[in-house]
């Protein structure tokens, strides 16, 4: 097929252009299908990408009004944050506490006596254990030959599998006579008197007993007065709960500080903007992938699967909720209608009225278990999880563009077929008819040399 490279020799009929022509002719129907069935293909394909990333996007924009302890926001300030700082859930009221911090809680820390040095001056041996006043113990065994210099009684210590929360440390100090001295410092981990150390050592191992060790700090516990002499509170922790509802005092210095928490209607506001913004994305995704937009309908326009999804949405959003008991039961009821393009829209002084006029319901009707973010937030979880609904579908329709490119294979080779037959059908045309030029041209000389044989002028 490659050899001919010019017109054919018996007809003057340029073979290569007409088997081209009517192979492309042939071609085009077929190929034309596929290039747009292709076409359309992608376009579900991506537009099932976007629509997956706006769903995330709005899940997103539901986390922070489905936990009750997120949805309430309070502005908090202490007007000595050196002395105490706090923060607040919603467990919290409004309201203004002077704070006193009469003592801060300590960690209990021991030390032994100088040792000439840590790497090779042995301890001494026999059973040592480690028991804090709230009942926790673990003990430790040193027989000697190498296995109690204070390195290693450090290291015995640190390492314990039921270490409960104590850590040994080495220190270097002069010994005044222009040497060092090792000294082993042993600290509770956590602060309080319930964490005070008691250390108890056999005779041969006294080094390392309660009695022949230096209290370097007490265990202490925290102890703050809440606007009255008589409202004291001790705290094993200089993390303080359970002093005032709701909110969790770290005590920091010995001094006095005023704490107030006042609600912060903004922050909620903008929470739930940040919901109907995301929302109305989500929206106008599902109208540009799933609607019939004047006359041209979007690449997953008779998709089931996406007229669910969107109707559930809509369905949440424009239902009560049932727990919410008073009248802000819904989010039509709180400030957040929806328009006549199906969009929402949020009128940010009715949701703050009703924000003041029953905080409790309008947080139930976001954060309740069959609240609005709850409920949503389970729908959603089915179509943007892995291998969820939505990655089904992109899947499929990745199996069936798979298939247009073996649809392309085939028709490729049953082409190459018939332009190989074609080609093979006008040459053997192309040869024929030189076989009748030429017995043309032998009839009429045979004829010219026949007796009275004239030639017509014309």
């Not at 109707?311 to 929806?338: E, F, M, P, R």
Request: glycine share 8%; proline share 2%; no cysteine.
């Amino acid at each position: 097929m490659a050899s001919i490279s010019a017109s054919g020799v018996g007809s003057g009929i340029d073979i290569l252009s007409l088997v081209s022509q009517l192979v492309e002719a042939e071609k085009l129907g077929p190929e034309s299908l596929l290039d747009a069935r292709e076409s359309e293909l992608n376009s579900q394909i991506s537009a099932v990408g976007t629509l997956k990333s706006d769903i995330a996007t709005f899940q997103d924009s539901l986390a922070k009004l489905t936990d009750p302890d997120d949805f309430v926001i309070y502005a908090n300030n202490s007007s000595n944050e050196n002395t105490a700082s706090f923060t607040s859930n919603s467990f919290a009221k409004a309201g203004s506490f002077d704070i006193t911090v009469i003592k801060l809680a300590a960690a209990h820390k021991l030390s032994t006596a100088g040792f000439a040095d840590s790497d090779t001056t042995e301890v001494g041996t026999g059973n040592l254990t480690l028991a804090n006043a709230d009942g926790d113990s673990f003990a430790l065994s040193f027989a000697g030959g190498g296995d109690n210099t204070l390195n290693q009684v450090r290291d015995a210590i640190n390492n314990a599998a039921d270490n409960f929360g104590v850590t040994a440390t080495i220190i270097n100090i002069d010994d005044g006579v222009g040497g060092t001295l090792s000294k082993l410092q042993i600290t509770a981990n956590d602060t309080g008197t319930s964490n005070a150390l008691t250390l108890t050592a056999d005779p041969s191992l006294s080094a390392l007993d309660s009695a022949n060790l230096t209290q370097i700090k007490a265990a202490d516990d925290a102890v703050i007065q809440i606007d009255d002499p008589s409202n004291q509170f001790t705290s094993a922790s200089n993390t303080i709960s359970g002093a005032i509802s709701g909110i969790e005092i770290t005590a920091k210095a010995v001094g006095t500080t005023t704490i107030s928490t006042t609600p912060d209607q903004t922050g909620i506001v903008e929470n739930v903007q940040g919901f109907v913004d995301a929302y109305n994305k989500l929206q106008s995704t599902f109208n540009t992938v799933s609607s019939y937009n004047d006359g041209n309908p979007g690449p997953l326009f008779s998709d089931s699967t996406i007229r669910s999804i969107k109707s559930q949405i809509t369905s949440i959003v424009s239902n009560s909720v049932a727990s919410s008991t008073s009248s802000y039961n819904s989010l039509s009821a709180i400030g957040i209608t929806t328009n006549n393009v199906g969009l929402l829209e949020l009128d940010q002084d009715d949701l703050k009225t009703a924000l003041n006029a029953n905080f409790a319901s309008v947080s139930t009707v976001f954060t309740a278990t069959d609240g609005i973010t709850a409920r949503l937030d389970t729908v959603l979880e089915e179509y943007t999880k892995f291998a969820g609904l939505l990655d089904t579908k992109r899947d499929s329709l990745n199996t069936r563009l798979s298939l247009i490119g073996e649809s392309r294979d085939k028709l490729e080779y049953r082409i190459g077929k018939l332009e190989a037959r074609l080609t093979a059908q006008f040459i053997a045309m192309d040869g024929l008819v030189a076989s009748l030029n030429s017995t043309g041209s032998f009839l009429t000389q045979q004829l010219a040399n026949l007796p009275g044989f004239t030639r017509s002028s014309s």
